[in-house]
Each structure stands twice: as C-alpha cells, then as structure tokens.
C-alpha cells in the first residue's frame, strides 16, 4: 500500500528563516508525482509545488523548493525567507500513474514575527 | 480501520443525470468538507459543515447540493450533470477549530460523457 508520512505535525520558525518540512511516502512504483499543498484558515488546498519522479532535478517555485530523494523516497520542502503569509497547513501528497493521491496528516507552520 | 471513506471510488454516467457520492467518518470530527480536484490537480473548496450546518459555500452551481444527516456524514448530490463536472471529488474532515489537522478520503474520480 502507499503511504505517505510527515513525521512533523508543528513547526515554528522566525520571519525570514529558512524551514524544511520533512515528507516521506512508500511505494513501489517507479513513475508517480508528489505535491505540496498549502492550506490557509481559509481550509482552501493551495497547490504549491510539484515534483515528477523521472525527473532528477528538483521543482523550485520561487521561495520554495523540494529535496527530492528518490532513492530514499523523502520529498522535503523547503521555504527560504519565510514570511508571516506562509502561515498554514502543509500536505504532502502522492499520486500515481492511476491519477490516486494520498495525502500526509499535515504540519501545521507557525511564521512568528 | 478507514478513517474517512468516500463511496463510490469511480463513478461514469452520462450527461443530464443525477448522481450522490457519500462520505462517512469515523474520526468522531465535527467539521466536514467536499473539494473538487481539477485535471492540473487543483484542489478547491466547496463546501462545509459543522455539526450539520453549512458554513463554507463556495461559489459553485446549484447543481451541486451537500447532505448532512449527522455529523459523522456529508453526502454530496448533483444534479443535470455536466461535463465539467468531471473531476476528482474529496471529501475530508477535522475537529471544529483550525487546530485540527484535515484527514482526507480516498476521493471519487467522477466522469461524466
């Protein structure tokens, strides 16, 4: 079965920090993509970035980014110059060739100022 | 044990029909919530619930009508069906505040033809 594990279910960082949540899924497959949502008290899903796993190189989108280990199955997201608007719920998320996706619990992000 | 399960998984029909997805959890959550994924896996809020009541009503056709006979369900019908209602449909929920993380079903992947 997959599965897909953020083992943070809180983080708090300082304005302008740089923050990795951490993301790793179980699978058996070779090609699958894997997402970043964001969602805001607005309980609105915020696709943030995307990774394709036959693709080494790692997705960026402005100031975040993956660390995409595919060996390792991990797919950390990184925020760079984190700001009080990045305050949220984060949800890893893989979906495979059948276009199923299975969303991590969350990790709720705290921006302090 | 499935925590939010949504019937049915897939679901074909033709244009014009009526047709209901359901949602049940077992996570004893209060707050309930249908989101329509897109074919760029977009994830948008339609509706929510507290405790049977509506308190999220996102712009959507009034084709679309959620159903909650008790907290722990929130069914979803639409009526005269039509093709761009095809999508993939989520149904998650959480406890009341935005404390809570959100668990989310498995999805129904609905077609229309």
């Known amino acids: 079965a997959q599965t897909v594990t953020q083992s943070q279910p809180e983080m708090s960082v300082q304005e302008a920090e740089t923050v990795t949540l951490s993301c790793t899924y179980d699978?058996?497959?070779?090609?699958?993509?894997l997402f970043w949502y964001k969602q805001p008290p607005s309980r609105q899903m915020i696709l943030v970035i995307r990774?394709?796993?036959?693709?080494?190189q790692n997705a960026t989108e402005n100031r975040f980014s993956v660390n995409f280990q595919k060996a390792a199955k991990s797919f950390s997201l990184k925020i760079s110059d984190s700001q009080l608007g990045d305050t949220a719920m984060y949800f890893c998320?893989?979906?495979?060739?059948?276009?199923?996706?299975?969303f991590g619990k969350g990790t709720r992000l705290h921006i302090l100022p | 044990d499935t925590a939010v399960s949504q019937t049915p998984k897939y679901l074909v029909t033709q244009m014009g029909n009526d047709k209901s997805i359901k949602c049940e959890q077992n996570?004893?959550?209060?707050?309930m919530y249908w989101y329509k994924q897109d074919s760029k896996k977009f994830l948008k809020i339609m509706f929510s619930?507290?405790?049977?009541?509506?308190?999220i009503n996102e712009t959507v056709p009034n084709r679309f009508s959620p159903k909650s006979p008790d907290k722990a369900h929130l069914n979803l019908h639409i009526n005269s069906l039509e093709l761009g209602d095809s999508a993939v449909y989520f149904c998650?929920?959480?406890?009341?505040?935005?404390?809570?993380?959100?668990?989310f079903g498995n999805g129904t992947r609905l077609t229309v033809t």
């Open positions: 996570l004893g959550h209060d707050t």
């Open positions: 990774q394709e796993a036959y693709k080494q």
């Open positions: 998320a893989f979906m495979n060739r059948d276009d199923k996706i299975i």
């Open positions: 619930y507290n405790n049977k009541e509506l308190i």
């Open positions: 699978t058996s497959e070779n090609n699958y993509y």
């Open positions: 998650a929920s959480s406890h009341s505040s935005y404390q809570g993380p959100l668990h």
